[in-house]
């Protein structure tokens, strides 16, 4: 079935970037996306990226597809600490959505 | 910003007894669903609901699950005797249309405790 993985943990120093790294197998999904969930909060969507795209640029979001391999990854440049959050890659299927773990960031001063 | 909300936040139970998760979706949205997440684990999607019924449903939601949009403005999830298992944090989601790029507005979740 399908499956979507991601690293647990990242953390990073405020002013670098941060890169989230996703794997996932279904290669018939035509969008992949970005969530967001801060504590307390719902999942937010941050970005998506149609998959005949290999890259996607919103601000200081960075969304690189390498559908060859099913690996995604959302670069965060000039990582503050208001982006301390979970982050998590999802697939679409049909009107669903396969999520992954998240990966929890955490940026230090 | 419309937003969906979820109530309650935190619910703990005793194993067997019946509960029920209320979720308000964004006005004009027509779809409707419940994910889940147990700690720990990835959020995993339960049932989809368009049109007053059950538009796709996983293997999880087995028939001591539910929904339901009793008056046009709720959209419920009830579990009829929870086990221990079914302690997680179940998100409502809803969205304006369905497919790819139908983006769904999540809720801020609600926990549930079975004891």
């Known amino acids: 079935g399908e499956d979507v993985e991601q690293s647990l943990f990242l953390s990073v120093r405020e002013g670098d970037s941060s890169v989230i790294n996703c794997t996932y197998t279904?290669?018939?999904?035509?969008?992949l996306y970005w969530y967001k969930q801060e504590p307390g909060a719902g999942l937010q969507l941050l970005t998506y990226?149609?998959?005949?795209?290999d890259m996607k640029q919103d601000q200081r979001l960075t969304v690189l597809l390498n559908k060859k391999d099913k690996h995604l990854s959302l670069r965060i440049a000039d990582t503050q600490t208001g982006d301390s959050a979970i982050y998590f890659c999802?697939?679409?299927?049909?009107?669903?959505?396969?999520f992954g773990t998240g990966t929890r960031l955490q940026v230090f001063p | 910003e419309p937003e969906v909300t979820q109530t309650p936040s935190h619910q703990v139970t005793q194993m067997g007894q019946e509960v029920i998760l209320r979720c308000v979706p964004i006005?004009?949205?027509?779809?409707f669903y419940w994910y889940r997440q147990i700690l720990g684990q990835k959020v995993e999607f339960l049932v989809s609901?368009?049109?007053?019924?059950?538009?796709?449903k996983s293997e999880i939601f087995d028939d001591q699950f539910s929904v339901e949009r009793p008056d046009g403005s709720n959209f419920t999830l009830k579990i009829r005797s929870t086990k221990l298992e079914d302690s997680a944090m179940y998100f409502c989601?809803?969205?304006?249309?369905?497919?790819?790029?139908?983006?769904?507005?999540f809720g801020e979740g609600s926990r549930l405790t079975v004891l």
């Open positions: 989601a809803s969205s304006e249309w369905v497919g790819d790029t139908g983006e769904l507005f």
């Open positions: 279904d290669s018939s999904s035509t969008y």
């Open positions: 990226i149609f998959s005949n795209m």
């Open positions: 999802a697939e679409s299927n049909t009107d669903k959505l396969i």
């Open positions: 006005s004009n949205h027509l779809y």
């Open positions: 609901f368009y049109n007053n019924e059950i538009s796709e």
